[in-house]
């Protein structure tokens, strides 16, 4: 009996036990979130404490999967605003909002107060369905968002008594923080202008403080002046690209040109801070080691900026902010070190760096995530750096009054005399107007005496040309004469041009003081500038010629012959511009188009200007491009002359661009090429041109391709193994893939170029030099590379009919060639008397318009079954 009475009481306790146990899993179980009851009195709320989030290690969980998941799986954001730092994770962020109006209808807006996120998606969810949902961020286009403003807003309604779930899936290359923040629409409004108005004032102080500094520089021609320029132009740049104002009112319509901003503004405060230090304290003679310090940090902060076109975004970023803090401390430190050893001019910038410091730090701790973010992390920075730039300006104008005070001591012993006062007078003014190596007049004369000229009359119809020679190889002079030798043969040439300029018709004269007429300026570097009425002469092209002619044959110069070589830009009035600095920056950008083109005259013009609109823009859009996908690929056949067949295509690139039409090669290649874009256009020609010719070759027979290469391509590191991934990713042999690549490019960096063409040919990829015969290339390096085959340029085959000294030139290449081991391909034949003589030539392959124009890979396959269907031989005439 006391067995069964105590198993009775086991069984009641145990049941008691398990009713306990289902009914703590059931509380347990039912998600209790954190909500945030709001009604029309709440204007404004921070939503730190009512955020609750998921770390996504792969960026894998997609909305559906988040809503399953459990309480347990949400973490509780500890912050006031969630910071993780820059992390490469994605988060998954949540936030219940209930209306506890029973009768009213609200509207609110809700705000992500970073406009740095890279990719914002926000999902509205009620009862378990997504009922909204919207991508954004700042590599989205900013038109694209629902309210366009610097922040991220998403406008919300709110029934009476209605609750929903917001989620946000956030990631970013940098620091990855979620400010958020739910308002009152108008309330917002007032205080968002007000927040702009503040910042506005601190841009503006920057701002004057750059045109005050900038006045004053172009006034002293001093470095630092010039370097404080920078550095707060640089630093106006970040807060103001970081704040979301350049992307809202600038660029709105290109994410990457704001992404660039920040990648070049921040290394560019580290860059211009340390020139600054350098300059401005003197540290070479005064503090050494601070001195060789900033070396380094200069050199890594336009690193950083160079680095800005190829690296990503997370690791530059990082460093940017890293070595930020790094100058930022350093600056603290070597004020104190030179006030104490007397340097005064330390005073003004050991103050300024003491408010700079404390806010830097704070904002770089606060975006590796150690801190978090709060008022004084995002905007502690504009007081501080306010402070900061007039307290530099307070610096600078110390050092001008002392330097100031200096002159004036020197000059007063030097007014002992009258006369004295006045020799010393005009040599001043003849120092600050003449060049002192050669005596002729410099820069700043002949912009005197352009304003001269230009007050006068007679030039409005027909106008001024300026001529500018520069001296191409006076470089290699100074290094094989030294500089002082250098200089007399320099002073030499000017002045032997000089004598030869007063001989031509219409020459303006720059100086003429009463013993001699000087008709050319000496410019900074190695460059003379000679202005031409056009009333007078207008063979302006003839008289160019004429002074390069003065430097034909190599000047005698201590038993040494010399060639200096020159290269002439013309740029004409008012065409070109209405000053003389509008004139030179033109034939200076004539003179280097001239040497990159290999000529010796060249006239400027807005078409070969690699400065213009159009280039600009399609500097951005040829990257649009790529990633929409906008390119074609067209293809060229390439015959066997033996076989008598089709043996393989040669890939050329095709731009349509929806504004200009079409872009030929020779336009944007080079664009790309400046800005990095060459490497992506690369792996999207070769990655369209192998998927072509594998589908090709697994219907038909085993044919080659050709794809152009830059020299550019040659320097990535990872060329090679982009070769390999995409030969192996469509199981094309590598010896279907020949890679064309100029002489002149491969003699940009002739050593890398052999390493990197040798690894390519290791692996089986067929090389070929294009367009030979127009590059300067030597065979005894051509040699050396692994070629294939050799490309003889259009240039000379399609003169061989009648030009003999082309049939000549082409026939010795081939049987050249030949002896060396190489295959011959023939471009550019456009006619049957070609095609038969360069067959008799002995030429291996033909490609040309007589044959077939390029064709789109749909158009070519209706071209080779219509020449033969089985085995598409050549049709010959």
């Known amino acids: 009996m006391v067995a069964f009475i105590r198993f009775k009481m086991l069984a009641i306790v145990l049941l008691f036990f398990s009713v306990f146990v289902s ?5 347990n179980s039912t998600e209790h979130k954190k909500v945030l009851s709001f009604d029309q009195a709440m204007l404004e709320q921070a939503l730190g404490p009512y955020i609750e989030y998921i770390e996504d290690p792969q960026g894998e969980l997609t909305i559906a999967d988040i809503l399953q998941q459990t309480p347990q799986t949400w973490s509780e954001n500890k912050q006031g605003t969630p910071n993780f730092g820059y992390s490469s994770s994605t988060y998954w962020f949540r936030i219940s909002l209930h209306n506890i109006s029973q009768n009213e209808t609200l509207s609110r807006f809700l705000v992500v107060d970073y406009p740095l996120l890279d990719r914002l998606e926000y999902f509205r969810v009620k009862n378990g369905q997504v009922i909204d949902q919207y991508l954004t961020g700042d590599k989205l286009p900013f038109n694209q968002r629902l309210i366009e403003h610097r922040s991220f807003i998403f406008p919300l309604n709110f ?9 946000f899936r956030v990631n970013s290359g940098g620091a990855v923080q979620v400010p958020l923040t739910i308002w009152e629409p108008q309330h917002y409004f007032i205080n968002d202008q007000t927040e702009l ?44 690209a970081m704040h979301g104002v350049t992307y809202q009112y600038l660029w709105p319509s290109y994410p990457v040109v704001q992404e660039m901003a920040i990648l070049l503004a921040v ?29 380094i940090t200069a050199f890594l902060g336009l690193l950083n900026i160079l680095s800005a076109f190829f690296l990503p975004y997370r690791l530059l970023t990082t460093t940017a902010v890293f070595l930020v803090a790094l100058v930022c401390i350093a600056c603290i430190f070597v004020g104190p070190y030179l006030w104490f050893k007397g340097h005064k001019i330390a005073r003004f910038f050991t103050i300024a760096w003491m408010c700079m410091v404390v806010t830097t730090t704070l904002l770089a701790l606060n975006k590796f995530g150690i801190i978090p973010y709060n008022y004084l992390t995002e905007n502690g920075l504009l007081l501080g750096s306010s402070l900061e730039a007039v307290l530099l300006s307070f610096a600078l104008a110390d050092r001008l009054n002392r330097e100031r005070e200096e002159r004036w001591d020197a000059q007063r012993q030097m007014l002992a005399e009258i006369r004295q006062r006045h020799d010393i007078e005009e040599s001043i003014l003849y120092d600050a107007t003449h060049n002192q190596l050669t005596g002729l007049p410099n820069r700043v004369f002949i912009e005197n005496r352009f304003s001269e000229l230009m007050a006068g009359e007679g030039f409005e119809q027909e106008g001024l040309a300026l001529i500018l020679v520069h001296f191409d190889r006076f470089h290699e002079v100074n290094k094989t004469l030294g500089h002082l030798r250098a200089d007399q043969l320099l002073k030499s040439v000017c002045l032997k041009i000089s004598a030869r300029a007063q001989e031509l018709t219409g020459i303006v004269d720059v100086e003429n003081n009463g013993q001699q007429s000087l008709g050319v300026a000496f410019i900074e570097g190695v460059s003379i500038a000679v202005l031409i009425d056009k009333q007078k002469n207008k063979d302006i092209t003839d008289t160019a010629e004429a002074l390069l002619d003065v430097l034909s044959t190599p000047i005698e110069y201590e038993g040494m012959a010399i060639d200096v070589g020159a290269s002439i830009g013309i740029s004409h009035y008012p065409q070109h511009g209405a000053d003389v600095d509008a004139l030179l920056s033109h034939s200076m950008i004539a003179v280097d188009v001239g040497v990159h083109r290999g000529e010796r005259v060249t006239e400027y013009s807005d078409d070969i200007n690699p400065y213009n609109s159009r280039r600009l823009t399609l500097m951005g859009d040829l990257q649009n491009a790529v990633n929409n996908d906008l390119l074609e690929l067209y293809f060229q056949p390439q015959v066997n002359c033996k076989q008598n067949k089709v043996a393989g295509f040669e890939a050329l690139l095709r731009w349509n661009h929806p504004l200009y039409g079409f872009i030929p090669p020779d336009e944007f290649i080079p664009i790309a090429e400046k800005t990095g874009t060459i490497n992506v256009v690369t792996e999207w020609v070769l990655d369209k041109a192998l998927s072509s010719i594998a589908a090709l070759n697994n219907s038909h027979h ?71 015969g127009t590059g300067h290339s030597s065979l005894s390096y051509i040699k050396q590379l692994p070629v294939h085959e050799i490309k003889i340029d259009r240039s000379f085959v399609m003169e061989m009919d009648s030009d003999k000294d082309d049939a000549i030139i082409v026939k010795t290449t081939v049987n050249m060639c030949h002896d060396l081991g190489y295959e011959v391909v023939a471009e550019g034949v456009e006619t049957l008397t070609s095609l038969d003589t360069l067959k008799a030539m002995g030429c291996d392959y033909l490609q040309g318009y007589y044959l077939a124009r390029p064709l789109p890979m749909s158009e070519l396959l209706v071209w080779l079954h219509k020449q033969h269907p089985e085995g598409y031989r050549l049709v010959s005439g």
């Open 23 to 27: 009914h703590a899993y059931a509380e």
């Open 159 to 167: 029934s009476a008594n209605e609750q929903s779930d917001i989620y």
């Open 197 to 240: 108005v503040r910042k506005s004032v601190f841009y503006g102080v920057l701002s004057v403080m750059v045109l005050f500094n900038l006045f004053i520089f172009f006034s002293l021609r001093e470095a630092p002046y010039f370097y404080y320029v920078m550095f707060v132009f640089s630093f106006l740049v970040t807060q103001v």
């Open 267 to 295: 290394p560019g405060c580290v860059l211009f801070t340390s020139l600054f230090s350098r300059s401005f304290l003197s540290l070479a003679k005064y503090a050494p080691r601070f001195d060789l310090f900033f070396k």
């Open 702 to 772: 085993q044919m080659t391709v050709s794809v152009n290469i830059s020299a550019v391509n040659l320097k990535q590191k990872q060329f090679l193994l982009l070769v390999q991934t995409l030969l192996n990713k469509y199981q094309v042999s590598p010896q279907l893939l020949i890679l064309e690549i100029t002489e002149t490019a491969m003699m940009e960096d002739p050593e890398n170029a052999l390493l990197v063409l040798t690894a390519l040919n290791q692996i089986g990829v067929k090389l070929s030099i294009d367009d030979f």
